[in-house]
């Protein structure tokens, strides 16, 4: 998703701040294109996003949550808008600063522990390739012992669980999109 998709959704909760809807609440037209956006954009990176509007939401409840209360909640009202870590607007106020913190610390390990896997799988991987071209200058017993260590490599890369992304924090039961 690019910066302007960003902006837009900025501008979004904006408007809501400001009231300049012109009757239309909330405003679907506007909800709908940015999901076909999301769509477009998606599939033009070679990738496809599950679930746009959700996507959507989870942004502008999380934009939202950089505003008042009464423009988080009625951005939560016309869109079903929360914060993806946080909740909804009258959940999120319940959240001590100690609460979010925690929250925030628990998201960066999961996001860490995910870099670390991804690093390492690479290196090994690189090993791999590194052995695979060693043992055409090895003979004997050299040979044999880059010959199991890239059997030990290849059983751990094709034994593991595929990554996956790490299951948010919540200190809260919310389901966001119904």
Do not use: C
């Not at 509007?53 to 950089?66: I, N, Q, V, Y």
């Not at 059983?155 to 996956?164: D, I, K």
């Amino acid at each position: 998703m690019s910066i302007e998709w960003f902006n837009e959704a900025v501008e979004a909760v904006r408007r809501v701040q400001r009231g300049d809807y012109e009757g239309a609440r909330p405003d679907k037209e506007w909800f709908e294109q940015q999901v076909e956006n999301i769509r477009d954009r998606s599939r033009e990176m070679g990738q496809e996003i599950e679930d746009p509007a959700k996507s959507l939401r989870e942004t502008l409840g999380f934009f939202s949550a950089m505003f008042d209360q009464e423009t988080a909640e009625l951005v939560w009202e016309w869109y079903g808008a929360a914060h993806p870590f946080f909740g909804p607007p009258a959940e999120r106020a319940k959240l001590t600063p100690h609460q979010i913190f925690e929250m925030g610390q628990a998201a960066g390990r999961a996001t860490a522990l995910q870099q670390d896997v991804g690093v390492i799988t690479a290196a090994m991987e690189m090993t791999w390739t590194v052995l695979q071209e060693l043992e055409r200058t090895l003979t004997g017993e050299a040979l044999e012992k880059v010959k199991g260590l890239r059997a030990t490599i290849s059983e751990v890369l094709t034994s593991r669980p595929a990554a996956q992304e790490p299951e948010r924090p919540k200190l809260i039961k919310t389901d966001l999109n119904n």
